[in-house]
């Protein structure tokens, strides 16, 4: 359980008891349920994290909705995008094993999180972690709903992949940015758990090397 689930829970648990104590009793079932509600939607369960070479997990829980390639500079990356309904746990896990290099704040709208603007216009949190000769960009993006992002870690600490790393308040969106070498193991339409379920498998750096000389040699002739 996070404790926010606790912070939102428990003066409605009061307020229930002050309404049944002064009113009628029936007046005490709204914030009871709403305390449920807050209980249920703060879960953070255990998850097995993968232990495969490369491996890439999903950010969160949710729907992948966007497998694609786009280019960030004048680089091609791979765009996973996966949204977070209400009912979805929200905890945010780290994709991979590395270091934080940056992690950037950005203010924006509150766009239903479902849109595909709402990757770049909405308010989100830009995370890059380094790790094994590998550069993964997740961001944490404030859906319709959502109203608060957070993240925990600083620049410079080291995580594990499927590390606890912070969470969106209701309902929300992450996108994973990766190498376009990815080897993509999910499709749109997929459900994926948090820290469990294996998004892509990146190609370790030097098998990734020895792919370019081999072209460039290739090219020479």
């Not at 977070?84 to 992690?103: C, K, M």
């Not at 603007?117 to 859906?143: C, P």
């Not at 190498?179 to 499709?187: E, G, H, L, P, Q």
């Not at 190609?203 to 290739?218: D, M, N, T």
């Amino acid at each position: 359980m996070v404790r926010d689930g606790y912070l939102y829970a428990l003066p409605l648990i009061g307020a229930a008891v002050l309404l049944g104590w002064l009113t009628n009793p029936a007046w005490a079932i709204i914030p009871v349920l709403l305390a449920v509600f807050f209980l249920w939607f703060f879960r953070d369960p255990e998850r097995a994290i993968p232990q495969d070479a490369g491996a890439v997990v999903s950010p969160g829980d949710g729907k992948v909705t966007d497998v694609s390639t786009v280019i960030v500079g004048n680089e091609k990356q791979m765009r996973l995008s996966i949204f977070l309904s209400v009912f979805d746990v929200h905890v945010n896990r780290s994709p991979i094993a590395g270091v934080v290099r940056d992690a950037r704040y950005q203010r924006g709208q509150y766009l239903n999180a479902m849109n595909a603007a709402s990757s770049e216009l909405n308010e989100q949190n830009v995370v890059t972690v380094e790790g094994d000769g590998q550069t993964v960009v997740f961001k944490q993006i404030a859906g319709l709903l959502a109203r608060r992002i957070v993240f925990h870690p600083k620049v410079g600490d080291p995580l594990e992949r499927g590390q606890r790393v912070g969470l969106i308040k209701f309902g929300s969106r992450v996108d994973v940015l990766m190498s376009a070498s990815a080897r993509v193991n999910v499709k749109v339409g997929d459900r994926v758990k948090g820290g469990a379920s294996v998004l892509a498998y990146l190609q370790p750096q030097g098998e990734l090397v020895a792919a370019g000389s081999a072209s460039g040699a290739e090219r020479a002739q």
